[in-house]
């Protein structure tokens, strides 16, 4: 279904209704009936989260995967959670999103020149996909790399997972990596020679609140990740 989409559009649509993991199908629709108390009045979009951002980006920014109460939630990845609120904020602070808010599908954000994507599209139990589920759910950013990334020049990989799905979407589709794989780290780069031409890879660590509210990935150094991708992008 993935590979056979012919424009983006085409795959939003197909992957909205994708069922192929059967314990993320059975998470996420659980969640969207049972709810968090605070979200009880919402409904819930309870499917997978499409990529979102510009059809032509020169950033792409790969996560891990939709939350339960978040993009779960409102359809639109990284919207509705504080992750996606650290992450939009500093994207507006860096010229990536024209706004900081960002509350639902219908908040007014835009994000310039950059794509957002997951590299699993449904929300995983404890925030956490197998690799077996990011392998079954790799064609999804696969495609959407064959379809939007032709002026990608910076791909930034939040957290060692994204990193692995990154690398293994470029190597999909015919780029090399080097050998032995790079290695995640926050600060971490990588030139790979892509389907679509030079790009480097950056990491950064997951905007999770692990990490924020523990000081291990604080909007300074988001920022800094983002001000650098802006510039390699533009370059
Ligand atoms: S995680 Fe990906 S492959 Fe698995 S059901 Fe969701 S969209 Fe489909």
Same mark, same amino acid.
């Given at each position: 279904?993935?590979? !056979?989409?012919?424009?983006?559009?085409?795959?939003?649509?197909?992957?909205?209704?994708?069922?192929?993991?059967?314990?993320?199908?059975?998470?996420?629709?659980?969640?969207?009936?049972?709810?968090?108390?605070?979200?009880?009045?919402?409904?819930? =979009?309870?499917?997978?989260?499409?990529? =979102?951002?510009?059809?032509?980006?020169?950033?792409?920014?790969?996560?891990?995967?939709?939350?339960?109460? #978040?993009?779960?939630?409102?359809?639109?990845?990284?919207?509705?959670?504080?992750?996606?609120?650290?992450?939009?904020?500093?994207?507006?602070?860096?010229?990536?999103?024209?706004?900081?808010?960002?509350?639902?599908?219908?908040?007014?954000?835009?994000?310039?020149?950059?794509?957002?994507?997951?590299?699993?599209?449904?929300?995983?139990?404890?925030?956490?996909?197998?690799?077996?589920?990011?392998?079954?759910?790799?064609? =999804?950013?696969? !495609?959407?790399?064959?379809?939007?990334?032709?002026?990608?020049?910076?791909?930034?990989?939040?957290?060692g997972f994204a990193w692995r799905a990154a690398l293994q979407m470029i190597r999909s589709a015919g780029g090399t990596i080097g050998s032995p794989a790079p290695q995640f780290?926050? #600060?971490?780069?990588?030139?790979?020679?892509?389907?679509?031409?030079?790009?480097?890879?950056? #990491?950064?660590?997951?905007?999770?609140?692990?990490?924020?509210?523990? #000081?291990?990935?604080?909007?300074?150094?988001?920022?800094?990740?983002?001000?650098?991708?802006?510039?390699?992008?533009?370059?």
């Amino acid at each position: 279904m993935a590979a !056979a989409a012919r424009t983006i559009e085409e795959l939003d649509a197909e992957v909205s209704v994708c069922r192929a993991c059967p314990r993320l199908l059975q998470w996420r629709e659980e969640v969207a009936v049972v709810k968090r108390k605070s979200f009880a009045d919402q409904p819930y =979009w309870g499917r997978p989260a499409p990529g =979102w951002g510009s059809p032509r980006p020169r950033v792409m920014i790969v996560g891990l995967a939709p939350a339960a109460h #978040g993009a779960n939630r409102t359809g639109r990845v990284f919207t509705g959670d504080r992750s996606g609120d650290f992450l939009f904020a500093s994207m507006h602070r860096t010229g990536l999103a024209n706004q900081s808010v960002c509350v639902d599908a219908a908040d007014g954000l835009a994000l310039i020149d950059t794509r957002v994507a997951a590299a699993v599209r449904c929300a995983p139990p404890a925030n956490a996909p197998t690799p077996a589920e990011r392998a079954t759910c790799a064609p =999804w950013l696969d !495609a959407e790399w064959q379809l939007t990334g032709a002026d990608v020049r910076v791909i930034i990989a939040l957290g060692g997972f994204a990193w692995r799905a990154a690398l293994q979407m470029i190597r999909s589709a015919g780029g090399t990596i080097g050998s032995p794989a790079p290695q995640f780290g926050h #600060g971490a780069t990588a030139a790979l020679n892509t389907s679509h031409g030079d790009v480097t890879l950056m #990491g950064c660590y997951h905007p999770s609140q692990q990490n924020t509210f523990t #000081g291990k990935l604080t909007p300074a150094m988001l920022d800094e990740i983002l001000r650098q991708a802006r510039e390699r992008s533009q370059g």
